[in-house]
């Protein structure tokens, strides 16, 4: 069965930095792209930045500067290293990927099961 696990969450102050990763495991033929997408209380997940195969990146306007997706294709891992914290980025975080398993060879979306970021002092 294929799965996205995160980690990394947690609290940090205004100002600092955490980084997530999420790791795909699971009989995996290849992964199109890996996404972060995030929702805070009382609003819709958003996505955050988006990594595809050939390494292309892409970013919320919101945090542009200030977060960096990468990933490290040996490991079908993607990361997320979010610096200049602001409160306003508390949010469960979510891993997302469009994976084709080894069977069937069909593109499918995954989540993951989220990790929690708090920007607090």
């Known amino acids: 069965q294929v799965q996205l696990v995160e980690s990394g969450g947690g609290l940090v102050q205004p100002g600092g930095s955490l980084r997530l990763s999420c790791a795909a495991s699971g009989p995996i033929f290849s992964i199109s792209n890996m996404s972060w997408y995030r929702q805070a209380p009382g609003k819709q997940r958003e996505l955050v930045a988006v990594i595809v195969s050939g390494g292309r990146t892409n970013y919320a306007d919101s945090v542009k500067g200030r977060f960096t997706i990468s990933g490290d294709n040996a490991k079908n891992t993607v990361y997320l290293q979010m610096n200049s914290l602001k409160p306003e980025d508390t949010a469960v975080y979510y891993c997302?990927?469009?994976?084709?398993?080894?069977?069937?060879?069909?593109?499918?979306?995954?989540w993951g099961q989220g990790t929690q970021v708090t920007v607090s002092s």
């Open positions: 997302n990927a469009l994976i084709i398993p080894i069977a069937p060879t069909v593109p499918r979306e995954y």
